[in-house]
């Protein structure tokens, strides 16, 4: 944990200050910056394992920030936004972000999910330099998945769609792979929630709509079926 390293950008000194603490005394290396510019520059310095964004941010707002990190690279990015109810956690989730934590947060809560979050993304390479886990169901059978245009090779963490090559987030990824080693069966967003973005708890099921939609919208938007009452499941 010691070689993990954190960008967190929080405006408020207090919280940024006690969460930097509660972050090192964990055993993370932590760079702690005031505003969206700084947390950019912080970025394209120091290259983190994982960034924290405060969604309200002075100069640069989080959701753009996280837009900046995402086309540039698939670090995972975890939002922080004071406000759960409103619209400011699925536009973070639009912008590419892996997750979100609502403030106030208990310490130990964000350390839970940040070493949930570094779990997805650690463990071997794929398409962008990460792993997916969940490919090891997929992997159990055939190398390459194929539903119909759509191509998954579970070996070499590829997407392609009538041949050519697709961009996936790890996490998007994870999902697909959730869907390709069960294709025609209904997965539920608890179920997804648990699987993808290694949820021992109730989550928020906005996270798994706004990445579907994510998906859908690489790979086909009539690929993954929405089960009105149910979940998701992937046309075979």
Not at 14 to 39: F, K, M, S
Not at 93 to 116: H, N, Q, S, W
């Amino acid at each position: 944990m010691a070689d993990t390293h954190v960008l967190f950008v929080e405006d408020d000194d207090v919280i940024r200050e006690a969460t930097q603490l509660t972050l090192e005394r964990d055993g993370y290396t932590v760079t702690a910056v005031p505003d969206g510019l700084t947390g950019l520059e912080a970025f394209r310095d120091d290259r983190p394992d994982i960034a924290l964004l405060d969604v309200m941010l002075p100069k640069l707002d989080g959701v753009s920030l996280c837009r900046h990190i995402r086309d540039a690279s698939t670090v995972p990015v975890i939002m922080l936004s004071a406000r759960a109810d409103s619209i400011d956690v699925v536009l973070g989730l639009e912008a590419g972000a892996d997750d979100y934590v609502t403030k106030p947060f208990d310490g130990a809560v964000l350390v839970a999910r940040i070493r949930a979050v570094l779990r997805r993304f650690g463990h071997a390479s794929g398409p962008n330099g990460h792993h997916a886990p969940g490919a090891d169901r997929a992997a159990e059978g055939e190398e390459v998945l194929r539903f119909g245009e759509l191509e998954v090779d579970t070996e070499g963490m590829e997407v392609r769609t009538a041949g050519r090559p697709v961009s996936l987030t790890p996490t998007e990824m994870r999902l697909l792979l959730e869907f390709s080693a069960a294709p025609g069966t209904v997965l539920s967003r608890d179920q997804l929630l648990g699987r993808v973005w290694d949820y021992g708890w109730g989550g928020d099921t906005r996270v798994v709509d706004v990445h579907v939609q994510r998906l859908r919208g690489k790979i086909g938007q009539e690929r993954i079926e929405t089960v009105r009452g149910f979940g998701y499941k992937l046309r075979g």
